[in-house]
């Protein structure tokens, strides 16, 4: 499987680096000469230097011949063009969108991007979500309009702080997947206590989606 | 005619201005606010700031009532994603944008957006200009 | 004196001032192996594997002049001149790994000025090899730019 990730910021440097692990053939396509040389001696030939929303640099990227096309750049305007061009020029079967402002989420959809993340590890279980032995593949429910995966970061005044996810009233149909505490990823149990600023990742039901992020990052009081 | 331009960049400020001297209700978003200076003190226009690919930007600047929108910003990305926020989302009838990028805008073209290439416009003139400039391309047209 | 020497070869005058640097290196008492390399570099938007029978015919007539060249040097002691002909992405890297491969003691290339987007340059593998080499390396830039350069 031929990966292209566009964009080398963290997210693009560390995804591409699990990828290439992973075992995948992958390319980053980064715009910042000085900081592909830098990347360069960590990927070798897996990083080339250009605009990936420019066709010409997908062409030489060998988008055509690409199973996956993630772009991840910090603008969310890029990414859907990266993802479109990739689409609409050279059939790429499934383009993956990180989208930085949540609001665009479903904008990206209702514009054709076949999902979008907005986290590394999300990204990971998307990709291992094509190949049928891994037992991941409930994430493909996630192409149900009613299903969404937030990120919520946790308030300091958030009347769950200090309190275990057992204890907690949340919403009916919430799961909390995962979480990132200063940089560490956790998964939770019931046990686990949420701390302020903890980033809660969740699935959820749109409909519970607005009522979550009440509880989630409002003040108590 | 309600025209929403997003850009205030020279041709933003230019199109406001030319449109509300033709008796066009005007509303402009520009995500800098000094680019607003661009547009003469009296300019009867709504003036919004913030970033034109956000829903509610559009939302407050008038988009769902708007016939024509016109993206306008030095970004090609910005002005693609935002048009077809306009179109999709808000179903304005005539959705312009500018797209630097010849590749870019004749891909965007082909899914049905008016994309005005300026890049492509001075080439066509520039060459018209020069008679000689296309031989070759005039040599395999015989 | 070096007994074990690679000398990468892509065609050309260049290849003869490499190849003749290393005799004059090689072990004249011992011997020397000496392998010859030719890597073709294979864009990103064909797949490593892809079938490229052009590029692989090139490079086999360019190691087998490369050989003719080596015998013909006079008063050097080849053990065994070994050709490999290899497909990657980066020439500089698949030569780093083939000199390691083969416990090389020395890699010799010669290389030529060349101008890209207007500054002199001496591409990218020059650069990377004399990095990322783990044994001896020695590069020719030769002053007389004759043949096909």
Redesign the interface.
Known sequence: MYIIVAGGGKVGFYLTKTLITEGYEVLLIEKNPAKCDIYMEQFGAAIMQGDSAEASTLQEAGAARADVVIAVTGEDEDNLVICQVAKERFEVKRTIARVNNPKNEQMFRTLGIDATVSNTNVIMNMIEQQIPELPFVHLLALKHEELAIVEVKVSPKSEVVNHEIQHIRFPRDVIITAMLRRGELIIPSGQTVIEPGDELIVVTRRAQEEQLRRLLTIDAT | MRILILGCGRLGARLAMDASAAGHEVAIIDKDPRSFSRLPGDLNAVIVLGTG????VQRSAGVETVDTFIAVTD????N???A??AQ??FHVENVLLRVY?P??AE?YQ??GLTVICPTRLVADVIERELPDFNLSSDMTGL | MYRRILVPVHGGALDHYAIDLAASIADHKGGTDLTLVYVVEVPQRLSLDSDLPCEIEDGESVLQEARRFAESIKGVKWRKIATELLQARMASSAIVDESIERGAEAIVLASANRRRRGSLTQGETVPFILDHAPCTVMLVRPTTLDGNL
């Open positions: 690919i956000d829903e509610d970004n090609d990305n910005t693609i994603m935002a077809q926020i999709k989302v990028d590749a870019r891909t082909s899914l």
